[in-house]
């Protein structure tokens, strides 16, 4: 019995940091790939130190939950006294309604914070930006609270009640003898509740991302957003030298608990251990405050005209891998605009945040059929081309495009393709022959999927020989059958997965973007490209626009037209991996990257490709639903609309299993009590 | 006083003398240490008035009287070492650094707890906690000292060294103290005045000796200390008829042939051999206590306690003789009959009472 703890004990260990060794590991890589490890280098603590960017989201990430804990904790301590003197039938109906924020999901506390936010902000208050820094640490404070309550509580209800009697009776006000008495017995409960709040505070990233404008970005916000490209080794190094921070601070803390409890026993003089946590709390205080104050001086700071620029993530070149920082290049240049650079992950979140409004954004890097809904709506400034007399080298192929026939709202910024990426170890050359491929069952099981179902349509739209602009509600069917079919072939549906999957040889075959394509071809040279030219493939342009909400539109077109120069064009392609469409920009390239044909077909290919258009949401919407269908149940979805479909049943099984859980669990600790 | 709707005190009318040793006594529930909260400022009573000095200090709040407790777990502050607990209330009160010095080494030395200035509070005995808890409250120089029962937690030996402590300190300080008991030893012992409470009243105040020797009513008789209680019926002054028997006795002033209740306490009972007593019965239980026996007669069917120093067996037939100082006349109460039987003692009866008036409210 006592072997078999002793083992348990030491698999629950291993499973709780074995996954911390590992991140440790990687930050002392050489090599990007997790899996293997090459030599030992200190260079990714070194790239951190230098990475302003990263560092200044760790500083964000940092005030934003030392505040948040310093404010939620003070008043979630007067909270828990004043609940606790309630009496005891209020106090439990007053315990049960803070604690419900805490079960309630996080991305449902967020989107209700953001649109109370911005309703106060925009309709209220007139605000242009309704959603900011204030906004987020109030959502910080508001989730916060629960825990500083729940953590007090219990210490409150063990404290000697004739101990307040004590105090008041030795001359104390009711308010001495908080301060002077209750505050010292509760202030284990204290601490617990702050580090529970500071932990989940740094953490946050659903509710933060709802509840945060352009403007102040937290650490978990952008590492979320880095979809394009796998994590980069210093975010291992920063996420390493934070764990050993809370570690330490976690460590230190038990000794101080354990020498003072020793103390207790001991005659021993003064308490040194609440002195040290006094100064610790202060050291901490004085952090907090400096931050706000740079934050305070930095951000009222309006001599510079702010930027904000909302791109796809790791979508800029930005020094990294000797590439060029081209937002520093551009702040050097025009010394009175500061760049405020924030990501979206997809052009749907993207317009979704647009659409919510609350936001100021001067510039966005959408792709081709979210520009044409952007127009579609009005959501677009027209540009002054006066301002960007790069246009010039923009090439005529990318001029009066589907999406923008007149050339008034955008300047292309990118361009690529989607074609299949295999592995030519295991995937016979011969059973290359177009998107069939990916229907092949001699290859069931590592085949992977896009997790998006309008380039999922696309490619079985290509095959069937429909439009992939269709919105024909039996040619869809027909898509979402076809789907349907490779179903039980596909190992996973993926994005950003992709690059493990593929690296790591656990799939052999998959349709993805071609500059991503080339990077995993980089780093496994059993990989290979291939573009179904004969049948047909997504050709999709990402360009430059400004938005409604814009406040410096000439700020923005003088980066369009920065962008633009093929010099910087070149030099951020270099670090993207995708296609320019300016004309010289190829020049300026990396070699390598300027001569693939995965990177550049030829013209009489690129002739065959095709573009994506604005569908009306209705198309979109019976898109999504077939996709959910083939995915969730996998079946032939020709019946599934007479069927109710299995996300329903699975829903209500789940909701009756949290219901059940809900009813059972309070009625065990009652009698436990 | 009300408390959720049910009356707990009613009718308390006290009086405090200064420099007195004044006890609440009475078995738990009775109210005791709730009269002891309104005097000390920590509830409030839905009706009546306490006066201090003479004046109204019903809206005073506990901080602002002059009034100091000691409280039944002496609720130290464990944060704080042994002075700092002590310094409390003079810190509060803002006194210059040299004078708490002083005053907390004087009544260091009042307590006897010298040289303990900076131990801590759990690494203290009960008994030295007691004497924290005490010089916590005196140092303050408070005109009244509030005690709610600051001994029940110590074991017998260190209550009785307690008890002669206070009684000490007390007479040193010359401060009143209110000291709220169960314990009816303790309640004698160390009081000027005993004030008897029981189901929120005040059943009879008065000096030790007259509550012990004429208790007003059958709960008094039978709280303080052991009591056989019989009906009986004043025929005239000076003469009481009880057991188809008239005695003499001291009382007077009853109606003609009024019912009363007859006290008599066990350790007054004489024995005498069978043939030359008033009363003739038979031994039916014989306890040894260290001073004495404990010893139950059954006089037709009435069961008496008897102590005695003189030993008689079980079974065994005796006779009694009663003088009439011996004798105590109390008139009817709502808690006649219910005491002063002793069919149902047993060894255990002192230990059960005393467990049983642990908790207060």
Not at chain 1, 523 to 543: H, K, T, V, W
Not at chain 2, 112 to 135: F, M, N, P, T, W
Not at chain 2, 170 to 182: K, L, N, R, W
Not at chain 2, 333 to 351: L, P, R, T
Request: glycine share 6%; with cysteine.
């Amino acid at each position: 019995m006592k072997k078999t703890n002793r083992i348990l004990t030491i698999l629950i260990f291993a499973f709780l940091y074995l996954p911390m060794l590992v991140l440790i590991v990687a930050s002392f890589n050489t090599g990007k790939n997790l899996t293997v490890f090459e030599s030992f280098t200190l260079g990714n603590y070194k790239d951190l130190f230098q990475d302003k960017d990263l560092l200044g989201l760790l500083g964000n990430s940092l005030l934003i939950s030392i505040l948040s804990t310093a404010i939620a904790t003070g008043f979630g301590t007067f909270a828990a006294v004043g609940i606790h003197n309630l009496k005891p039938r209020m106090r439990k109906t007053v315990m049960s309604l803070t604690n419900i924020p805490m079960t309630n999901p996080d991305i449902v506390t967020g989107i209700s914070l953001s649109l109370l936010f911005v309703f106060i902000g925009t309709t209220l208050l007139h605000q242009k930006e309704s959603l900011n820094f204030w906004t987020l640490l109030i959502a910080h404070i508001t989730f916060n609270l629960p825990y500083v309550i729940l953590n007090v509580m219990p210490k409150l209800k063990q404290m000697d009640p004739a101990l307040q009697d004590a105090a008041m009776d030795l001359g104390c006000t009711p308010a001495q003898s908080f301060f002077k008495v209750t505050l010292h017995e509760i202030m284990p409960g204290i601490i617990s509740g702050a580090i529970m709040a500071f932990t989940m505070s740094l953490d946050d990233f659903v509710i933060s991302y709802f509840v945060t404008g352009s403007g102040f970005l937290t650490l978990p916000i952008e590492i979320y957003s880095y979809t394009k490209k796998p994590m980069q080794p210093r975010v291992y190094a920063m996420f390493t030298l934070l764990f050993l921070l809370i570690f330490v601070l976690m460590v230190v803390m038990n000794l101080l608990q354990i020498r003072s409890e020793r103390k207790k026993t001991a005659k021993q003089e003064t308490t040194k251990s609440g002195r040290i946590f006094r100064r610790v709390c202060a050291g901490f205080c004085a952090v907090a405050i400096f931050f706000g104050a740079g934050w305070l001086i930095f951000s009222t700071r309006q001599d510079k005209v702010t930027l904000n620029v909302m791109n796809w993530g790791q979508n800029i070149a930005d020094g990294s891998d000797e590439t060029m920082d081209i937002i520093a290049a551009f702040e050097e240049k025009y010394p009175h605009i500061d760049v405020n650079y924030t990501t979206y992950e997809s052009n749907e979140s993207l317009y979704a945040k647009l659409a919510g409004g609350g936001v100021t954004v001067d510039l966005i890097i959408p792709s081709d059929y979210m520009i044409a809904r952007l127009i579609d709506e009005d959501m677009l400034n027209p540009l002054n081309f006066d301002n960007i007399p790069n246009y010039k080298y923009v090439q005529e192929r990318f001029k009066n495009t589907a999406y923008d026939p007149d050339n008034a709202y955008s300047v292309p910024y990118t361009w690529g393709t989607v074609g299949i990426i295999y592995n030519t170890k295991f995937v016979d050359e011969a059973d290359v022959t177009g998107w069939e491929l990916l229907w092949n069952e001699k290859y069931a099981g590592k085949i992977l999927m896009f997790d998006n179902s309008r380039d999922a349509f696309g490619i079985t739209q290509f095959l069937e020989g429909i439009s992939i602009n269709t919105t024909d509600t039996k040619e869809l069917q027909q898509a979402a059958n076809k789907l349907a079919q490779q179903n039980p072939l596909v190992r996973q549906y993926v994005m950003d997965q992709i690059y493990g999957a593929m690296e790591d040889e656990n799939a052999w075959i998959a349709p993805y973007y071609a500059g991503d394509c080339m990077m995993m071809m980089d780093a496994n040279e059993n990989l290979q490209f291939y573009l179904p030219e004969e049948q047909g493939f997504n050709l999709f342009i990402d360009a430059m626009c400004v938005p409604k909400c814009s406040e410096n539109q000439k700020e923005a077109e003088l980066l369009i037209n920065f962008l633009c120069e093929p010099e910087i064009s070149g030099a951020n392609m270099d670090y993207i991996c995708y296609a320019s469409p300016i004309e010289g920009a190829r020049d300026h390239m990396d070699e390598y990257l300027a001569e693939s044909q995965v990177i550049y077909p030829e013209d009489s290919i690129l002739e065959k490709g095709t573009s994506y258009l604005f569908l009306p949401p209705e198309v979109n919407r019976l898109m999504d639903n077939l996709f959910m269908e083939v995915r969730i149940s996998g079946g032939d979805t020709s019946e599934s609309e007479e069927e109710p479909s299995a996300l329903p049943v699975i829903l209500t099984f789940a909701g009756l299993g949290i219901a059940a859980a809900f009813l059972f669990l309070p009625k065990k600790k009652t009698k436990r009590n | 006083m009300e408390f959720d709707g049910e009356r707990i005190l009613d009718g308390i009318n006290l009086y405090f003398n200064d420099h007195e040793f004044l006890t609440l006594l009475g078995p738990s529930g009775c109210g005791k240490t709730t009269t002891l909260r309104i005097i000390g400022g920590f509830l409030t009573p839905t009706s009546g008035r306490v006066l201090f000095d003479g004046q109204c200090i019903n809206d005073v709040p506990a901080y602002k009287r002059q009034i100091n407790t000691v409280f039944q777990r002496y609720a130290l502050f464990p944060h704080l070492d042994v002075y700092g607990n002590i310094a409390f209330g003079l810190k509060v009160a803002k006194l210059s650094k040299e004078e708490i010095q002083e005053r907390v080494q004087d009544i260091l030395a009042v307590v006897g707890l010298k040289g303990y200035e900076h131990r801590r509070i759990d690494s203290l005995s009960g008994g030295q906690q007691q004497r924290v808890a005490i010089a916590r409250a005196l140092v303050n120089r408070p005109k009244v000292l509030l005690l709610d029962e600051p001994l029940a937690a110590l074991d017998l030996r260190l209550r009785k060294d307690m008890q002669n402590e206070l009684k000490r300190i007390q007479q040193a300080m010359g401060i009143t103290f209110i000291y709220v008991t169960h314990d009816q030893e303790e309640a004698l012992s160390m009081s000027d005045t005993v004030v008897v409470m029981d189901k929120g009243r005040i059943q009879q105040i008065g000096k030790p000796e007259d509550i012990y020797n004429e208790p007003k009513n059958a709960f008094v008789a039978d709280f303080i200390g052991e009591s056989n209680i019989l009906d009986g019926v004043m025929l005239a002054d000076y003469k009481v008829k009880f057991f188809g028997r008239v005695f003499e006795c001291v009382d007077k002033g009853f109606a003609p042939n009024e019912p009363v209740d007859v006290v008599i306490r066990p350790e007054d009972i004489d024995f005498v051999p069978a043939g030359e007593g008033h009363l003739v019965g038979t031994v039916t239980s014989v306890t040894f206590k260290g001073l004495n026996y404990d010893i139950i007669v059954d006089f037709r069917g009435f069961k008496w306690l008897i102590q005695t120093t003189d030993y008689h067996g079980e079974g065994e037939t005796v006779g009694i003789r009663l003088n009439p100082e011996d004798i105590h006349i109390m008139h009817k109460s709502e808690y006649s009959g219910m005491f002063g039987d002793y069919s149902s003692y047993s060894a255990e009866y002192d230990e059960l009472t005393e467990d049983v008036a642990d908790e207060e409210e």
